[in-house]
């Protein structure tokens, strides 16, 4: 998918925490993503999650790993 950043789209890669193989609309989740490339960011920036052109979920940044 792709992650919307302020200004920046970046493509990335999600892992699902262990036992959860599907999100519905209305769930809470923690993820891991891994972006092709680095960006500027900083914890608590807003993104965009978004597939074939639509919207498919939102988030807050918790924590930058590397």
Partial sequence: PQFYFRTTDVTGSTQLPE?????MP???VSLE???????????GVRFAIR????????GTVSEIIA
């Fill in 26 to 28: 209305g769930d809470n």
């Fill in 19 to 23: 036992g959860v193989e599907m999100v």
């Fill in 33 to 43: 993503v891994e972006l092709i490339a680095p960006i500027a960011m900083e914890k």
């Fill in 51 to 58: 597939e074939g052109g639509r919207t498919v979920g939102a």
